[in-house]
């Protein structure tokens, strides 16, 4: 079989299926598989995991590039991406691409996947590829006077990402909201550029394919699956050790909006007007407390029981004007009453797409679509 590579250069954290890129990816996919090609696929970024989604989907045979990870066994990380990608092990060889751990692995990775894939493609078909990037310069670079480079299916690299920035007025909001959540604190949602807690990168890819004109995991999406699970699903990002929680504010609407900003090193926002709110009376038998900040000193001295409400004030941020409370570990909707709820939108048109999910009442923060489209 002769190796066939879809090489596209990175592309927004926030596609959908109709991005020329990904329709032509898949186009790429099917004329390989149809020939009897090898694909060359690999992880890490979308830019990689698309194609190897669709030849997951098509049941394609394909060679995947992966990282060997310190203290993790090669079968352990092949397991981890057979159960991601929905994999038949009978269509699938393996590459460990060896990296080094004195450096950033991602950044590593990248380096030797690349020279690595690149040398062992036979047949490669560019789709998008950024003029001057760093792929357009190993093409350039290449030797291998045995390959063929199919161009059937490129196109033109769009170098300026989908907007995910909200713009956020203050004087539109609904004046009344902070008088209908006093008593409350809020579990603010946003929009994610990655799989939702629990959930597998196929399903992820495979919405995003399916999605036209709006990306799958916006802000208003997110809280739509909370709200179809009944359950707030904990994260371990940005906490200590590792452990998992469920933050809330006890901040008023008109004072979180405040604190809604763009961050240009993450490409996403802090947070966005999706939530949900609970009564503060029914939060203790929860579970729910509030954080306790602190210099990070502090941290050894307290009661182990207390220890995973603990926030450090921060040196590079200042945590605590977000009145953060904390819920470790998944949290159960189903155990809040409906009246001891309630759900918050961008705008009043978004309360019909929620339907019959809401277990109680539904707000919206602004008297009007105030914000730019997300994602589009």
Known sequence: MKNALILNSR???????TD???VNSQSAVEYAAANGYRLLSSVGMNSWEIPLFF???????QKICIP????????????????????????VEWEIVNIDESSKWKASFRINRDIKILHDAQILFPVSIRPRGNLDSLLSSLSNSDLNVMNRFITKYESRPRACKI??????????????????????????SSPWPGETLYRFY???????????????????????????RSSAQHYRRN???????????TEAIQLMRW???????????YGIGIRKEFTERLGIRKVLYGNPEMFQYLEKNDQPYFQAIGTKGFWIPEKEYRHIGDLDLRLIPNDMIIIIVASPDEISQLGDTSPGKIIPLFKARNLLPQNT
């Not at 609904?174 to 929009?191: C, F, M, N, P, Q």
């Not at 452990?243 to 809330?248: E, I, K, L, S, T």
């Not at 961050?263 to 007007?273: I, N, V």
């Open 167 to 192: 713009d956020i007025d203050p004087a539109t909001i609904v004046r009344s909201a902070d008088e209908i959540l006093d008593g409350y604190i809020i579990h603010w949602t946003k929009a994610t």
């Open 55 to 61: 030849a997951s989907k098509l049941g394609a045979y």
């Open 20 to 22: 020329r890129w990904i």
């Open 68 to 91: 060997s990870l310190e203290g993790k066994k090669e079968d352990e990380i092949k397991d981890y991406y057979i159960r991601q990608f929905c994999l038949d092990e009978k269509l």
């Open 243 to 253: 452990m998992a929680a469920v933050p809330f504010s006890d901040l008023k609407p």
């Open 206 to 232: 495979e919405d995003v394919y399916n999605s036209k004109t709006r990306y799958a995991r916006s802000g208003l999406e997110t809280l739509k699956r909370i709200l179809t699970e009944r359950r707030l």
């Open 263 to 273: 961050r240009a090193r993450y490409q996403g926002m802090t947070f966005e007007p």
């Open 11 to 17: 592309q927004s954290l926030r596609p959908i299926g």
